[in-house]
DNA sequence: AATGAATGAGGATTCATTCAT
DNA sequence: AATGAATGAATCCTCATTCAT
């Protein structure tokens, strides 16, 4: 059972070196956002020269451009939508919350990284930024679906608005639990979301379609 | 024979000075956040030599809480919180909401800083990220009063709970009309989480005090 | 006789620090061009930090327009064109050869370096480049000139044929002391030059006003 | 029943890669000289991994090297030196002038880059410097052998000179040309230029051996 | 109250080169 | 014959900060 051992390490390895970049990108850009992030730092982290950082990413924009890129992918694997086809719209609506305040808590460097790169505001803008903007975009047009699935009634501005407060309350509800730690309880919290926005829905496709 | 023309121009006038300090780095802080808020920047912008801006704060730290402190009470005069004795319940939260989103679009400085801030997690931590805590925290404890003096059945674990959606969904709105500019019709969407913050207080309220 | 040479060195003085950079960056840029000339080595032989020199020049491509500049005026200095109105028009071109290679002797680093950055042809032209092609377009101007005073029954293609003919004698010669040293006698050189210069200008005056 | 086609693209075939790599070459220190050519650009425009250019190169002075070799193999050829034995000694000098400004038109990378590494003077030399002077000894010797045929009473001292200044006008204005571009009429130049240095040759062959 | 000049540490990125495959 | 990956030294330049004036 002889395993060729002989890879003597440190030489060649192109997708593990890549992910070891990653991992510790992640978690430097997780902390203390684009600027914050020095190639020094992901270099010291990870063990591979700044060099060879150079040799995975164009350059630090694309770095972190990976690490978002990634870090979604992360998040949507905790997310999992399960099977969409049971229960009432309520319980499916607070079911799918509960999935999402699993996924923040576990993996919440997407979320940090990418609301802070939302935030700012400067004139090159980062490509990170762009595709935090995208992926959300994504996301955001799955919770639309839902909802006109689930309230086939409501009009266009009405889900919109349903769909913006829905993230808006995620967002919110994931910064508090940034700023306050386990003093926010961040599943009961969500509990409370969703049904207010179910409630939310519920009154407006009665107004837009009153029974006789 | 006073001669008060020998005010020769940019001879003294500590307290303007220190306006065009903080003006610039407000404007390149609240893009930027710390770490991409360099002293430089902020000299170019405000014409004065960085050397300046370190007779009128000790080190950038002390800028940046500066900057904090004074978009906070420039935010703050914009919220205007207007008597708060009149109208029902439900008005005054309106109201009340109102009053927030006007202020936020009015003053988005403070926030959109002071929530960079808030999500980074450097290990010496920004003295202006304590600051904006704080006044943040004060900030909170207005809305824990509002709710205690409108549903005063409510215990304290409702309270809190109903506190931090209020302030959650304040963050969140903020957030997306930061990403997606005028497309979120901030007053309106504020005006719905006021309604469903009263409704889910008046839900809690009715629940834990049950009428006979 | 106190001299208040309290001036404790290494503290301000914006001036002769400058002169110490351009010092240093001649001798440097003079040798090795354009891409040579690192900073870091230019600080080494000044004695002030890199970051000094950035206080002095705004990039690399200032310190090289500005090491031009200064070059072009130690040489046109040293050219020391004299009382332009006596001898015969061969004496008169004759001397003011002699002064060229005299002066190309003493002061050979604007050339040098000039032709240099010259000869290279990168889409993004350093300064350098432009200011050394102005400078040298100066100095062929006042060639022109000394050639339509001496010869005033040329035409102009004839005036600027021989314009260009002495100027790239004049370069040539140059280079060929730069790469031969000492076993090139410039001042021989010159005269000579000088000389079929103006023969070809008496020829082709002679054919362009036939005397009858 | 031999399958030639397993020649399976890309492997193999060292003489190719090697003139697209000296293509690359040239044209990149034709353009920016020694310093300014960086393996990864020529690798970039070659299409060639770096680590293949130094499977052809022993290193970047070796590359330099064979590119300046290879252009001077090419300009050489531009020359093409026609049969040296008809017409008058006029007609020679001037044909030849011709055809070298022709070649310079042509193929000017050569002399572009060895004047560039001939002007250089850094403490390591590099090899492609070394070589671009003997390649142009060379071409001294032949100018000097013509001379020394077409005026065979001219002393060393004599021939050496108008060697030199020969040299020194092919140099000069081809950097005039480098300069101005299409401004400067090369041929025309050069015709000049054949001109004159026959004169002086005359007039020195008729000083040192003058009629009874 | 203000500033010109200086400075060391660190920023991102590119360099020429090597080596196992 | 060729190449993906790695690497340390060097690149230009910016950083926050200090200090004499």
Known sequence: MTRPQTTRRKRANGVESRQRILDAAVEIAGERGYE???????????GLPASSIYWHFKDKDDLIAAVIERSFATWLAAVELPGEGYGTPLERTVAMAANVAKSLVEAPDFLRLGLMLALERRPAEPRGRTVFLQVRE????????????????????AVHTLTTYAVAGADGLFVQREIHGDAVDLPAMFDLHA??????????????????
Do not use: N, Q
């Open 36 to 46: 914050g992030t020095s190639i020094a730092a992901v270099s010291a982290k990870c």
């Open 138 to 157: 994504i996301a955001g047009r799955k919770i639309t679906e839902m909802i006109e699935t689930l309230f086939p009634g409501l009009d266009d501005a």
């Open 195 to 212: 049904r207010l926005v179910f409630d939310a829905a519920t009154g407006m496709a009665e107004r837009s379609a009153p029974r006789p």
